[in-house]
């Protein structure tokens, strides 16, 4: 069996380069382990609601990311959320406060101390950072202050990362922000001379704003798979082994309890990093350990359903909840305020989210202990008086999201020094080029394009 191009991993990654390779005309051929596409987007519709089991948004934050939603218009549409989006929460002493959205709220809120408040006018006058193994902990302490690290950038990491600012790495994790500092100077400064700046007609489509799709983001996957063409896809291709040749690859699998041997010209991997020593093991030790090491946080997903809604006022995109507050629930998210169609008129949709790097303990708990943890949470936090879901779903993450820390750029360094020395060989997937899904879609895209 031949073929000019093999991608491994059938998630948004894998997808967005075979839909793209596709409209090209190539020869290719998407191996996945698991008996479907999409790895970890899944939607699903039970009891009136419509949830996922995976990612439950996206930003619009990339060009790609809105040519790809135009290509493929004919077969899904993009849904943008609401405005009630633009307002968050962070919980602050047991009670939910609005972030900040102008200087006159953030003067007058509550989550930041009078001192930083002050701190922040002199942000623009300090000097910039020279340790490019800064954490981001370290960098808004120092910039900003300590309130901002914990009411504003720790909760915000937790809904991004389920991570730790004390090891994540903002020359890796957050690219933007530690150029807004190199490049400019200034947190503030930077953004309000970048805001100035103009912008050409496929800059401004990356429009930051939160989109899901109609009908749920399994639409998305499924308009790519049937766009790129079902026949170029084989599922269930277990013990994925690449080997290289002279001047091509052979791709070894097991299919239905047979060995496949298949020939390509170029492999392109689009998975997770702890899948590449099995996947690669040409490659020597030493050098696959610095990119197999990633960490990922290992996260608890649980989605609620109420047909009928008597707790708080949902009127906002969710609310975070600092490590500092000591909460067993890292966040909600209140999906049916935003988007459409997600739970009957009168009812509500939430996830909420647990476990991540700094409580990953929690991931080993039983379903019941997770089930009355979220019971006396929700109960607190939504202001209820008695805990009855009409939908109630645990959802594990295993690998869900990669830590970016001191580590990444020896593992970026390694990934170009494999990629060299096997011509031909792309390593992709989340361990590079960011973890949201217009990160996604743009390695994609780009992965089509880099033997051109």
Same mark, same amino acid.
């Given at each position: 069996?031949?073929?000019?191009?093999?991608?491994? *991993?059938?998630g948004?990654?894998?997808?967005?380069?075979a839909?793209?390779?596709?409209?090209?005309?190539?020869?290719f051929?998407?191996?996945?382990?698991?008996?479907t596409? !999409?790895?970890a987007?899944k939607?699903?519709?039970?009891?009136?609601?419509?949830?996922?089991?995976?990612?439950?948004t996206?930003v619009?934050?990339?060009?790609?990311?809105?040519?790809?939603? %135009?290509?493929?218009?004919?077969?899904?549409?993009i849904?943008?959320?609401?405005?009630?989006v633009n307002?968050?929460? @962070?919980l602050?002493? *047991?009670?939910?406060?609005?972030?900040?959205? *102008?200087?006159? %709220?953030?003067i007058?809120?509550p989550?930041?101390?009078?001192?930083?408040?002050?701190?922040?006018?002199?942000?623009?006058?300090?000097?910039?950072? #020279?340790?490019?193994?800064?954490?981001?902990?370290?960098?808004?302490?120092?910039?900003?202050?300590?309130?901002?690290?914990n009411?504003?950038?720790?909760?915000?990491?937790? !809904?991004?990362y389920?991570?730790?600012?004390?090891?994540l790495?903002p020359?890796?994790?957050?690219?933007?922000?530690?150029?807004?500092?190199?490049?400019?100077?200034?947190?503030?400064?930077?953004a309000?001379?970048? *805001?100035?700046?103009? /912008?050409?007609?496929?800059?401004?489509?990356?429009?930051?704003?939160v989109?899901?799709?109609e009908?749920?983001?399994? #639409?998305l996957s499924?308009?790519?798979?049937?766009?790129?063409?079902?026949?170029n896809?084989?599922?269930?291709?277990?013990?994925?082994q690449?080997?290289?040749?002279?001047?091509?690859?052979?791709?070894?699998?097991?299919? #239905?309890? /047979?060995p496949?041997?298949?020939?390509a010209?170029?492999?392109?991997?689009a998975?997770?990093?702890y899948?590449?020593?099995?996947?690669?093991?040409?490659?020597?030790?030493?050098q696959?350990q610095?990119?197999?090491?990633?960490?990922?946080?290992?996260?608890?997903?649980?989605?609620?359903?109420?047909?009928?809604w008597e707790?708080?006022?949902?009127?906002g995109?969710?609310?975070? @909840?600092?490590?500092?507050?000591?909460r067993?629930?890292?966040?909600?998210?209140?999906?049916?305020?935003?988007l459409? #169609?997600?739970?009957? %008129?009168?009812g509500?949709?939430l996830?909420?989210?647990?476990?991540g790097?700094?409580?990953?303990? @929690?991931?080993?708990?039983?379903?019941?202990?997770?089930?009355k943890?979220?019971e006396?949470?929700?109960?607190?936090?939504?202001?209820?008086?008695?805990?009855?879901?009409?939908?109630?779903?645990?959802?594990?993450?295993?690998?869900?999201?990669p830590?970016?820390?001191?580590?990444?750029?020896?593992r970026?360094?390694?990934? %170009?020094?494999?990629?060299?020395?096997?011509?031909?060989?792309?390593?992709?997937?989340?361990?590079?080029?960011?973890?949201?899904?217009a990160?996604?879609?743009?390695q994609?895209?780009?992965?089509?394009?880099?033997?051109?």
């Open positions: 069996m031949q073929t000019d191009i093999i991608i491994i *991993g059938a948004l990654t894998g997808l967005t380069a839909f793209y390779l596709k409209k090209k005309g190539e020869n051929l998407v191996l996945e382990k698991s008996a596409y !999409g790895g987007i939607t699903e519709r039970e009891n009136g609601f419509l949830f996922e089991k995976g990612p439950n996206g619009v934050g990339t060009p790609e990311t809105a040519e790809l939603f %135009e290509d493929l218009a004919d077969r899904v549409k849904e943008i959320a609401g405005d009630e307002k968050r929460y @962070i602050k002493n *047991g009670k939910w406060e609005a972030l900040p959205a *102008g200087l006159w %709220e953030g007058k809120t989550l930041f101390t009078f001192k930083d408040k002050l701190r922040l006018l002199g942000e623009p006058f300090r000097k910039k950072g #020279n340790n490019p193994h800064e954490t981001l902990a370290e960098m808004v302490k120092r910039r900003m202050g300590e309130s901002f690290l009411y504003a950038i720790d909760p915000f990491i937790l !809904g991004v389920s991570g730790d600012p004390a090891y790495v020359k890796y994790a957050l690219p933007k922000l530690y150029n807004l500092e190199q490049d400019y100077g200034s947190f503030i400064g930077g309000i001379k970048k *805001g100035f700046a103009k /912008k050409n007609e496929r800059e401004k489509k990356a429009t930051r704003k989109f899901s799709v009908g749920g983001l399994a #639409n499924k308009a790519l798979y049937e766009s790129a063409g079902t026949e896809f084989l599922f269930n291709a277990e013990k994925i690449v080997q290289p040749q002279d001047d091509f690859f052979t791709v070894k699998i097991i299919h #239905n309890g /047979k496949i041997s298949i020939q010209k170029k492999v392109i991997t998975t997770g990093a899948a590449l020593p099995e996947i690669l093991p040409f490659v020597p030790k030493e696959m610095k990119i197999s090491s990633l960490k990922y946080a290992r996260v608890i997903e649980v989605v609620l359903g109420f047909k009928h707790g708080m006022p949902l009127t995109f969710g609310g975070l @909840i600092p490590h500092i507050e000591n067993d629930v890292l966040g909600y998210l209140f999906l049916s305020t935003f459409k #169609n997600r739970a009957p %008129e009168k509500a949709l996830t909420l989210f647990m476990g790097v700094r409580k990953d303990y @929690i991931n080993d708990y039983s379903d019941d202990k997770i089930k943890i979220v006396n949470e929700t109960l607190d936090l939504m202001k209820f008086t008695k805990f009855k879901p009409d939908l109630f779903k645990i959802i594990r993450h295993k690998q869900a999201i830590q970016y820390g001191a580590d990444s750029g020896e970026f360094k390694a990934v %170009e020094e494999i990629q060299n020395s096997y011509k031909g060989l792309i390593l992709g997937g989340n361990l590079k080029d960011g973890i949201g899904m990160d996604r879609i743009k994609g895209k780009f992965l089509s394009e880099i033997f051109e």
